[in-house]
């Protein structure tokens, strides 16, 4: 058979499966109109057996949605993208109609209500924060009196819901006022946790009693009394405990007071902070006389560390097996391979540190093995791209000539399912750009620097156009703002490097007036707006530094936005907790 008559049969073959795959693909579009790149891909694998890449599937999408009407152009862009970043959101078609339900009852209505709610109704379980954009992109579309909110109202509202205080809460508190008007929030935090299981900060219940007494008449005259209970029901820790304690540190005298704490609770179903049992360590330690004082202070910080580290003994023998199975393994694979087997999700810094201190073990380990005779395996070979790789990364310069390294190789990886380093891509990309011409060479190095910080740049005209009215209305309007009216009004959410430098360019476009700002007044509008912390949050973010004294910025942020509906930056709180420490 000639070369030309392949090529025709080979054409026709690729011309069939693919039509077939549209033919499938345009179904599964009309069963589910918010479908996903994921979901279409499981459906035509179980359908065909067959595997489509990531992008050809993302990109046919788009294509079918385009040609099956209006009717399936209007996907919910906080769905679609949810969908498209896998981030495995669950709200359906009839969730939504549940949320507008309530809307229509209640426009204030905030994402916590909304999500007990839904969660009564249908037995979903979501994050606030994913009821949160739902609310948001039905508001958009059900119209302005659904988003142009009293902002005070709306505030209240909010306040209402995150208490945890109930009227059956307040009940008991006036029942206890009534007994003893001179009850303080200690004793009374425990009386409540007594009688109906709340436990809340006795910051909240202070305020609590105040208001109480003020709207009840109960006058509180006897105030060293009240000192003194207070004083008294602080200290938990009796003679029992502190024997305990010192058993604790005669077994081990480094201990540290998270150990000590967890193994007091189990002995004495006590609940102590951290803080309280590191008191008693300290005056123990004295008491117990120089050996137990003058500790090697290096030894001690080992010890506090090896406490708190999520990586522990059985985490290091299968990180000991990865290493044994490829000497070579980097940190990222790593940490995937061990959270698909343990389900440990620790940062990548702890498992680079735990790899390095293996291989620095390992290293005796096999050069006993080689004056043994044992087969040591051997640093596995790097994967060289032949001319069918090369076509890949030809294929995202057109796509895209200013594509960065990193982007190229997640792509690769994505298509091929071959691992390369981030330097390879990159080289392979800088000889591809000199062989493809002048058109493909990079002179504009702003633009890599850009990409690199920011791979996926979301901004179109119509985003741009509604950041140049928010700066008409508010000249001095920071990038958080600019990014909670975008997603309010849109539906797109950026982050904040991006939202800050569109913001800049946007200014020295529109002149001057626009660019040149007084100092004092950006200082202000960034003081109030850091100001956002009150004394509910920061008590959260103690609550959390008790229950874990190493919690990491980003988890304390996370925690705090699912449980307050407050985001901050990550910095910020960084800042806070090192100050709360």
């Known amino acids: 058979m000639s070369q030309d008559n392949k090529s025709l049969k080979t054409s026709t073959i690729n011309n069939d499966i693919q039509n077939s795959f549209l033919e499938i693909l345009k179904n599964h579009i009309k069963d589910n109109k918010y479908t996903g790149h994921i979901s279409a891909m499981k459906q035509y694998r179980s359908e065909t057996g067959l595997e489509v890449s990531t992008n050809t ?68 379980e979501v994050s606030n924060k994913t009821v949160l954009r739902a609310l948001n992109g039905l508001r958009v579309k059900m119209g302005t009196d659904y988003v142009n909110l009293d902002l005070i109202k709306l505030k209240n509202k909010q306040l209402e ?114 803080n309280a049992v590191r008191n008693c360590l300290k005056k123990l330690r004295d008491g117990l006389g120089v050996e137990y004082s003058n500790l090697d202070l290096n030894l001690l910080k080992s010890k506090r560390i090896d406490e708190r580290s999520k990586i522990k003994d059985s985490h290091l023998k299968c990180l000991k097996k990865y290493l044994s199975m490829d000497a070579s393994i980097g940190t990222f694979q790593a940490k995937r391979m061990l959270h698909e087997e343990t389900g440990l999700e620790v940062h990548d810094g702890a498992v680079r540190k735990a790899l390095v201190m293996l291989k620095k073990e390992m290293d005796l380990d096999l050069q006993l093995a080689i004056k043994n005779g044992f087969k040591v395996n051997k640093r596995k070979p790097r994967v060289k791209l032949d001319n069918l790789h090369l076509e890949y990364f030809e294929k995202y310069l057109i796509k895209d000539k200013y594509i960065t390294g990193a982007t190229a190789m997640k792509k690769f990886y994505e298509e091929t399912d071959l691992e390369i380093s981030k330097t390879t891509a990159y080289n392979t990309l800088k000889k591809l750009r ?110 959390y530094l008790n229950e874990n004294p190493s919690i990491k910025a980003q988890e304390a942020r996370d925690k705090l936005c699912q449980e307050t ?4 930056s990550i910095e910020y709180i960084r800042q806070v907790l090192k100050k709360l420490v």
């Open 57 to 124: 599937m993302r990109n046919s999408i788009e294509i079918l949605v385009k040609e099956l009407g209006q009717e399936y152009a209007i996907i919910d862009s906080y769905i679609f993208r949810g969908r498209e970043l896998n981030r495995n959101i669950k709200l359906k078609d009839r969730h939504l109609k549940c949320l507008k339900g309530y809307l229509i009852e209640d426009k204030y209505i905030g994402p916590a209500q909304a999500n007990r709610k839904l969660n009564e109704e249908t037995g979903l």
């Open 161 to 274: 819901e995150r208490s945890k205080l109930k009227d059956s809460h307040i009940e008991c508190l006036k029942k206890h006022l009534k007994e003893d008007n001179n009850i303080g929030p200690a004793q009374a935090n425990r009386k409540l946790y007594e009688e109906t299981g709340l436990d809340i900060s006795k910051y909240v219940l202070g305020q609590t009693l105040i208001k109480l007494r003020k709207q009840t008449g109960v006058v509180n005259n006897v105030m060293r009394t009240v000192k003194d209970i207070e004083s008294d029901q602080r200290i938990k820790l009796k003679e029992a405990h502190l024997e305990c304690l010192k058993k604790y540190l005669i077994e081990d005298k480094y201990i540290g007071p998270t150990q000590a704490n967890r193994k007091l609770h189990e002995e004495t179903g006590l609940k102590a902070s951290n």
């Open 434 to 543: 000199d062989e493809m011409g002048p058109e493909y060479d990079i002179s504009n190095t702003l633009m890599v620097i850009n990409r690199e910080h920011n791979e996926s740049i979301k901004l179109k005209y119509l985003h741009l156009e509604c950041l140049k009215k928010y700066l008409k209305e508010d000249k001095y309007i920071s990038p958080a703002e600019a990014n909670k009216k975008l997603l309010g009004e849109t539906g797109l959410e950026i982050n904040k490097w991006t939202m800050s430098t569109a913001l800049k360019k946007l200014r020295k476009e529109m002149g001057p007036e626009y660019y040149n700002l007084e100092l004092s007044v950006v200082r202000d509008r960034q003081s109030e707006n850091l100001s956002k912390l009150k004394n509910f949050h920061l008590n959260c973010l103690k609550n």
């Open 565 to 568: 509906g407050l985001e901050m």
